[in-house]
């Protein structure tokens, strides 16, 4: 796959794996090609996930990948205005998972076909997570 000889310098395995990598991305934009080209490749999405950085404020999504025995997880921090493009238009399969991240990080995907609450009551406000 193109993917891999482009980002092998920046292929970084996962403590404790040998066929689990995370690439650090800089742009929404240059996410947002890799992953249509991921699509192209048929790579399967798994999941999402979100976490604040262990000292400090910032946010970091990671977008994880499945390539025969591989994963391959695309790492981008959160924008400080916490606005991502969804990637659910694209992907059914994200739906889920930018819902429960909306609902617990307060991030908001942009161009989300259904965002509504899945984890908290409307009342709440979103971020739970954040919140200690």
Not at 67 to 75: A, E, F, H, T, Y
Not at 96 to 107: G, K, P, Q, Y
Request: some cysteine.
């Amino acid at each position: 796959m193109e993917f891999l000889d482009t980002y092998k310098e920046k292929m970084v395995p996962r403590k404790g794996s040998e066929k689990d990598f995370v690439v650090e991305i800089e742009s929404i934009s240059e996410l947002f090609a890799i992953i249509d080209s991921f699509i192209v490749n048929k790579v399967r999405l798994v999941t999402i996930t979100c976490y604040p950085e262990p000292k400090g404020d910032r946010l970091f999504l990671e977008y994880h990948f499945t390539d025969g025995p591989s994963v391959i997880s695309l790492k981008i921090q959160v924008p400080d205005d916490k606005k991502v493009p969804s990637l659910t238009p694209k992907l059914p399969a994200a739906g889920w998972a930018e819902r429960e991240i909306m609902d617990l990080f307060a991030v908001e995907f942009e161009g989300h076909p259904n965002p509504a609450r899945l984890l908290i009551p409307e009342h709440m406000e979103r971020g739970v997570y954040l919140r200690s």
